[in-house]
């Protein structure tokens, strides 16, 4: 009986030394894509505590990291599809302590190496989204038709919402401050390469009070249709209020 309860005890210990499945809970999160890796901050808890860091690719370890945000993320994985929504499971093969950095306060940060990403889901990432837009392209007859009505003005009557921006379609880096905005991808083109529409001015106007802003047209939103903009928050503040989360307007470009 000694006997077996030493081997007990000695596989626990080896177990717990060398954990295969690692998790990291990471609230009020930040993330940023930087250098071939996801820069993630904010109140990180760790479930194992045995878990230690990844030195090669091969190890295997697999880590699960829990994202919850206030705002809601947007951030694009290794083959270019972009993920949103403010809460997010990342899988990885990779594990790391997280880490403390400057004016960090209770907050630390970790960076996930994204060739080592297995499977990236938000609660934004839903098959519905994808199916309504494909029964909008059907209607594309119609709305050529109004658009050319309205050609006089050069505008639209849509809606307006607002996202996190981070690197943006057009290459650049942005952040919440920005006064920028994104388009679709009817009106911006091909992914693959950057729009003629990068760096264009556009007034958007709220029907419901009068209130405009100018922003800069430096993303592509995949889930808009042709009428839809996509407001950074800081331009979004200049017109509505957040809670009301969409704004029926009037845009166009100048």
């Not at 030394?17 to 996801?38: R, V």
């Not at 109004?146 to 050069?154: E, P, Q, V, Y």
């Not at 996202?163 to 920028?180: H, K, L, R, S």
């Not at 009428?227 to 704004?247: M, R, W």
């Amino acid at each position: 009986m000694k006997l077996e309860y030493v081997l007990a005890i000695f596989l626990c210990i080896i177990n717990l030394t060398y954990a295969k499945k690692c998790s990291l809970h990471i609230e009020k999160s930040k993330l940023k894509t930087s250098g071939g890796q996801f820069r993630i901050r904010g109140r990180i808890s760790t479930e194992d505590h045995h878990c230690q860091p990844t030195a090669k690719d091969d190890i295997d370890i697999t880590t699960t990291i829990q994202l919850i945000s206030k705002n809601s993320l947007s951030f694009k994985d290794a083959k270019g599809t972009k993920h949103s929504g403010k809460k997010c499971t990342i899988v990885a093969s990779w594990y790391s302590d997280p880490n403390t950095f400057r004016h960090s306060g209770k907050k630390k940060e970790v960076y996930v190496p994204i060739h080592l990403v297995k499977s990236i889901v938000c609660n934004k990432d839903t098959k519905t989204r994808h199916t309504k837009t494909t029964k909008k392209s059907k209607t594309n007859k119609k709305t050529t038709k109004k658009t050319t009505k309205k050609a006089s003005f050069n505008g639209y009557n849509g809606k307006a919402t607002f996202f996190t921006p981070n690197q943006g379609a057009c290459g650049e880096w942005n952040d919440n401050n920005d006064m920028i905005a994104a388009l679709s991808g009817e009106l911006y083109g091909s992914y693959s390469k950057k729009s003629n529409v990068c760096g264009k001015k556009v007034l958007v106007t709220n029907k419901a009070n009068g209130k405009s802003v100018k922003v800069t047209i430096m993303d592509a939103c995949e889930s808009c249709d042709k009428t839809h903009i996509d407001l950074s928050p800081a331009a979004f503040g200049k017109i509505g209020k957040f809670k009301t989360g969409v704004l029926n307007v009037e845009w166009h470009f100048i």
